[in-house]
């Protein structure tokens, strides 16, 4: 959700016709409206006296967020590098989503947000949002947006184009502290493939750099306001407060000039509604702001989607959607093909799916869930990314000699970069670790008694910042760190021979 440059003359000529928009109130559109379902239902080409939703647009979804929790059938939290479950709450009537720093670095991981995405997904229609931004929010995005992906993990791969709505971005243009703010709200629609490893690939983007602001030209921050987008196969039209402000040709039916032209699968392709705050640039961020702080809180009172006739029109490709894998088993029968194994690493197979083998004392031997993202991508390819956020890995260890240790590993980056439950016979204890950039750190330890050829039931579960260890069933460690929000699953053994079996992989959150 990156902003994009208008270049090419037809960008131009748009960005000068919102100039218009923003004058004039409306560009003309054509085509009445209808209250038939799946009917295009056009914006009037008279804007006077209107007000969203119009007559033929009838609620499908809708959430007020009454109560004390999200509603997990309609949502997922969104599950990313950055995110925190911890920031999202539902309390008094509102959807709250905290920004916050976490620690003193002053990377990407000393701050987390947090957002919600739906588990309906939708397509041309009017999506709606009333909200409360806050201020002075330099280096934070808060969205509402669209996308395909419903936020649940395992993602799956989709291998199929698709389009992206932003309803609206905060876009941090200058650091903490600028006078005047800086800091301003625009939308536009991103056009997407997810390939056949998993990856989005950008297609097209047109940001007209809309000017949410009221008519007196003054912000909307602090305030409550109803933002909507009403998505039709020809135009898109950005309405406020329930009227509509600025209406634009639909660049992913009628594409830029210079830029690819799209297959119609992405035309109304399958969207989840998604809201969420996730910091963008670090370096905006004041470095004497201290840990703990929280920079605002992005709050929903209501989100909305409409359609004619109050049904979804169908999609253009119409092929189901494959579903999350929150749970993942493996019992290594096929000699651990679906992993990336370190090379040097030597690794057999016990037989009648009895687990995977480090047979070796020597060396570092590591396994990672998934095989490198390549496209066109490399056999036995996992049917889903396999980064997880907040995720427990379980499985039986056997320690096959006298060794270093071995155990579980979760959100690691590469072979160099991970956390790392890890049973040390040597030290009759159970850790713990980090490992940043080769360097590894133990976070925590407590006794175990370890003996050659015993299995042990290991499980690691990291939530939001948290990590937990558990051994034969019982919690051992438990320890904050805020270095890695997300990555793969692995297990790992040094100078030790290994034999790990059963492994599941439960997605949490």
Not at 470 to 494: A, P, S, W
Request: glycine share 10%; with cysteine.
């Amino acid at each position: 959700m990156t902003a994009g440059q208008i270049t090419s003359p037809r960008r131009r000529s748009l960005a000068a016709s919102l100039c218009l928009v923003t004058a004039l109130g409306v560009l003309s559109v054509t085509g009445p409206a209808s209250a038939e379902a799946g009917a295009p239902c056009t914006a009037p080409t008279d804007p006077t006296g209107v007000s969203y939703p119009l007559p033929c647009l009838s609620e499908v979804f809708a959430d007020d967020f009454d109560g004390t929790a999200l509603d997990p059938e309609k949502w997922n939290v969104r599950q990313t590098s950055w995110s925190n479950d911890s920031n999202v709450s539902v309390s008094g009537g509102k959807l709250r989503i905290d920004m916050k720093r976490v620690s003193a670095s002053a990377a990407k991981d000393g701050f987390r947000g947090g957002g919600i995405s739906s588990r309906q997904r939708f397509g041309y229609g009017y999506y709606e949002i009333t909200a409360t931004l806050p201020s002075l929010t330099p280096g934070w995005h808060p969205a509402f947006w669209t996308q395909m992906w419903d936020g649940a993990e395992g993602r799956p791969v989709y291998d199929r184009p698709f389009s992206e709505l932003d309803v609206f971005e905060v876009q941090s243009v200058a650091p903490h502290g600028t006078v005047p703010a800086t800091t301003k709200l625009d939308g536009g629609v991103i056009t997407w493939n997810n390939n056949t490893s998993g990856n989005d690939i950008k297609n097209t983007e047109f940001k007209p750099r809309f000017p949410w602001k009221k008519a007196d030209g003054t912000p909307l921050w602090n305030e409550e306001h109803r933002f909507g987008l009403h998505y039709t196969p020809t135009t898109l039209t950005y309405v406020l407060d329930g009227k509509p402000v600025g209406t634009v040709p639909n660049p992913v039916r009628d594409p830029m000039p210079g830029t690819a032209s799209y297959p119609a699968a992405a035309y109304n392709s399958p969207m989840s509604i998604w809201i969420s705050a996730v910091l963008t640039t670090p370096a905006y961020i004041g470095a004497d702001v201290p840990v703990g702080t929280t920079f605002g809180t992005y709050q929903v009172n209501r989100v909305a989607y409409y359609a004619p006739g109050g049904q979804v029109p169908p999609v253009d490709d119409p092929t189901p959607l494959p579903p999350a894998f929150t749970t993942v088993g493996e019992d290594f029968a096929d000699g651990g093909a679906r992993w990336w194994k370190k090379p040097g690493s030597v690794w057999s197979t016990v037989p009648a799916g009895g687990g995977l083998r480090h047979p070796s004392a020597q060396g570092d031997a590591i396994a990672l869930l998934g095989q490198p993202v390549t496209d066109p991508p490399l056999p036995n390819t996992l049917p889903f990314a396999p980064d997880w956020t907040n995720v427990a890995v379980e499985a039986d260890v056997t320690l096959d000699g006298d060794g270093q240790g071995a155990g579980l590993m979760a959100r690691a980056k590469d072979d160099q970069n991970y956390y790392y439950l890890q049973l040390q016979p040597a030290k009759q204890q159970v850790a713990l670790v980090r490992k940043v950039a080769g360097v590894s750190t133990v976070l925590a330890t407590a006794p175990a008694v370890l003996t050659a050829g015993e299995v042990h039931r290991l499980r690691l579960t990291v939530v939001d910042n948290t990590l937990t260890g558990y051994v034969d069933g019982v919690q051992r460690l438990t320890e904050d760190d805020f270095v890695f929000g997300t990555g793969r699953i692995g297990v790992k053994g040094y100078q030790q021979p290994f034999t790990v079996s059963d492994l599941t992989v439960t997605a949490l959150g």
